[in-house]
């Protein structure tokens, strides 16, 4: 790990390593969700990460200057985060013109070679400017679509050598795949074994805190499974709808007959109230 002593977000992961607790880092699509995520960060006094995809720095270029505020103004721990960058141009721009604590290095769509080697040298860019870079080995599956057979996942899981790989790639958070997907894994969340908790705990007796571990994919997780995946070594909680949709479900429900301040106002709450809950649920509660 050589980005700077300084960075907010290993800051905030290396103490969540040591305190035993994880610590989401939460998707932002508005400044409604920004709003209610910095607001039960403060409610709980729980450190977080806030990320944003590279297509709402697009789409609302403004929401990063928004974050980098809270980040800078708040009186807990937070760091913003820019999750899946895939494109090489874009992270340089993204680098050198936003205020951003840490980049997910995102080139797993490439052969792992060619991953390997672009990752180095975007590491070594980001952490000249002391921005720490996240990336992720073996490829975890899925969009909105669902979920690969095991026979064909199988080949896609993280083996050890992936994570010595990365490791001499110099980067500080690796996000493994263990059976994890991106999108949704239906109402009760993962099945029965679908999680490699073992696979987890191995990869993180290996990296034996030379990097920090990452989850991605935690849509519909039951509070337990998160709570597994945080003593099996995930420290970094990379969460979405799971938060969030109780914000949409407000729209859904309310978007024709509320005014539109009160809409507003209300999305803020639900999510707040949803942040704080599995705030309380990942330990982080109260460590700020
Ligand atoms: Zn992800």
Known sequence: MTATKENRTLAI???AVAGKYGVMAAIAYNI??????????????????????PSTLKQV????HAAAHAVKSATVPLSLHIDHAQNIDHIREIIRTLPVDSVMVDMSHYDEAENLEK??????????RGIAVEAESGRIEGGEDGIADTGD?????T?????????AADIDILAPSIGNVHGDYGPTGPKEGQLHYGRLEAIDKQVNKRVLIALHGTNNF?????????????????VNKLLLEVGNEVLRKNAAGMPLVKLIDEQIRVIQEETERWMDICGSSGKA
């Open 13 to 15: 992961l290396n103490a």
């Open 32 to 53: 409604e969700h920004l709003t209610a995520l910095v607001r039960a960060a403060e409610a709980k006094r729980s450190p977080l990460i806030i990320q944003l995809f």
């Open 61 to 64: 270029p403004l929401l990063a």
């Open 119 to 128: 990752t180095k040298v975007l590491t070594k860019e980001c952490h000249e």
């Open 153 to 157: 996942l199988e080949a896609l899981f």
């Open 159 to 167: 083996s050890p050598e992936d994570v010595d790989n990365f490791i």
């Open 222 to 238: 039951p509070a337990e499974v998160m709570q597994r995946c945080i003593r099996s070594g995930a420290v970094k909680l990379n």
